[in-house]
């Protein structure tokens, strides 16, 4: 902490920094500065780091979806200390979050104007008639997506809203609708673009404190709907798939010798119609499309009178397969669902630096409050600002995502997961990065699985709090009033 006050001290002098934090859903590393996808296009990302801003290649989410790692990141507690494994445990009625600020409200507490729009927490219902956006632990929240709807062109979607090759019926059903296709919205008809322009609003603003801005990208989480101009930057016939093995999940078991895991329906859906190539290509499509609003908020930021001093924190929720291990979708243990982009933008920065340390998303928290000077508070995440300066300094723990059903446990080379059942998976990922080979039996490495297998939680607490049904299209249902007045900042630690 004293590091990370001496660094704000020396970059931001007594001013205090103002904070712009960009937290985009279900993408992985197929961005142009982390290399994931030789094909992705992302100027606008691969223009702002050039220009000045750390990579951490290696840096991992609390929780392989989406719910649980935004409850990580914004409540700065490891889902095994809250209990919060899934979409519908919401950590407002944990017993830890009761008691200790989230992340904005403890800069509210302390000083700081916070705004949001766009996806920073995980929707609930409550009662249902209304719905929890988060929007309680603001001082200023704004809906962009509320009566917005990017409607496909249901005589081109894949699945979902339309059928595939002259079908009738699609015949795959699942609650993750994996489906694609252009909108009939063009790119400023779109909900991320809306977040993106009032993010360029908000930066115009004068304020008589520092402010902490949070602009929440939904793409490209499901469904794929985006453009056609973001398609067309994608040729079918040349785009390049991921390797996938047939074999690859034969040498996972579980402790009674059979297989621990197979093709799950989403892959299979895929691979019975021959569409590994369109799958990837709205994936990529949707990315290209994040990139530009991203765009947006940048030439904002450059633009504003704040750019000299404001923090950019961009993080990604947790990662996605398309294809790897036989399967699309995420909440998985493997390297594709654990990982995810994050990148910070310290003014003053003035070339890209890549960190290999193993940071987590759980790290945010801790690390802003370092960087902005405001009182130290106990947390789970470590404070990781002496690696703004020092890429390669020391940081001995290795990256930790916590699961509904395991744990994955990364370092730089190593990777180690053990699921509840016992199943446990090893993987070299300098010489195997796909992951292809699982070691967990090779005494050689009998050492470095034991060190790593600590890392596992000991305890993980069961989820307590309260369930409430959804209301209706609870998208666009009332936010839920009333819960702001219980949440007392002064009250809170």
Not at 103 to 130: R, V
Not at 473 to 479: F, I, L, M
Request: glycine residues 8%; charged residues 25%; negative net charge.
């Amino acid at each position: 902490m004293i590091f990370g006050a001496l660094l704000a001290s020396s970059v931001f002098g007594a001013e205090r920094p103002n904070i712009l934090m960009i937290a985009i859903d279900d993408i992985n590393d197929w961005v142009e500065p982390l290399g994931g996808h030789p094909q992705a296009k992302t100027p606008n990302l691969d223009k702002f780091v050039k220009e000045g801003a750390m990579v951490f290649p290696n840096a991992v989410c609390a929780a392989p979806i989406c719910g649980p790692s935004r409850s990580a990141v914004l409540s700065g507690f490891m889902p095994s200390t809250t209990g919060v494994y899934g979409n519908a445990h919401n950590m407002l009625f944990t017993e830890i979050v009761k008691t200790n600020a989230t992340l904005p409200e403890y800069f509210s507490k302390h000083g700081y104007y916070t705004l949001s729009n766009g996806k920073l927490f995980h929707k609930h219902g409550i009662d249902g008639k209304y719905t929890d956006f988060g929007h309680w632990a603001w001082d200023e929240h704004a809906r962009a997506r509320e009566g917005v709807g990017n409607k496909p062109d249901n005589t081109k979607v894949t699945n979902g809203s339309g059928t595939i090759r002259g079908e009738s019926k699609s015949e795959y059903k699942s609650e993750a609708k994996l489906s694609w296709g252009p909108t009939k919205d063009g790119f400023e008809g779109m909900v991320d673009y809306l977040v993106a322009d009032w993010t360029r609003e908000v930066l115009n603003r004068d304020y008589d404190k520092p402010f902490f801005i949070a602009s929440g990208i939904i793409k490209p989480h499901l469904p794929w709907y985006v453009p056609q101009e973001f398609f067309d930057l994608y040729d079918l016939d040349t785009l390049q798939t991921p390797e996938v093995r047939e074999d690859d999940l034969n040498d996972i078991l579980n402790p009674h010798g059979k297989l621990a895991f197979k093709p799950n329906k989403e892959y299979e859906w895929v691979k019975k119609h021959g569409l590994e190539k369109e799958a990837t290509q709205a994936y990529l499509a949707s990315i290209s499309f994040v990139d530009a609003c991203l765009g947006v908020m940048f030439d904002a930021l450059e633009k504003s009178k704040y750019a000299d001093n404001t923090i950019v924190i961009i993080w990604g929720d947790h990662g996605w397969h398309l294809g790897e291990k036989q399967r699309y979708l995420k909440n998985t243990t493997w390297n594709e669902a654990v990982k995810t982009p994050f990148l910070v933008k310290l003014p003053g920065m003035d070339k890209m630096i890549s960190c290999d340390r193993t940071v987590s998303l759980i790290d945010i928290y801790p690390t802003l409050v370092s960087l902005c000077g405001l009182p130290e508070k106990e947390l789970d995440g470590l404070d990781f600002s002496d690696l703004l300066t020092d890429p390669k300094g020391e940081w001995e723990r290795p990256g930790i995502t916590v699961s509904v059903d395991g744990t994955s446990v990364m370092g730089e080379r190593w990777h180690f997961a053990q699921q509840l059942d016992g199943t446990e998976e090893f993987y070299d990922l300098q010489s195997d990065p796909m992951e292809f080979t699982n070691l967990i039996n090779h005494p050689e490495h009998a050492e470095k699985i034991a060190e790593m297998r600590k890392w596992v939680p000991e305890k993980r607490v069961k989820y307590v709090g309260e369930r409430h049904k959804k209301p209706a299209k609870y998208v666009d249902a009332p936010a839920a009033p009333g819960i702001k007045a219980t949440r007392i900042l002064s009250e809170l630690k």
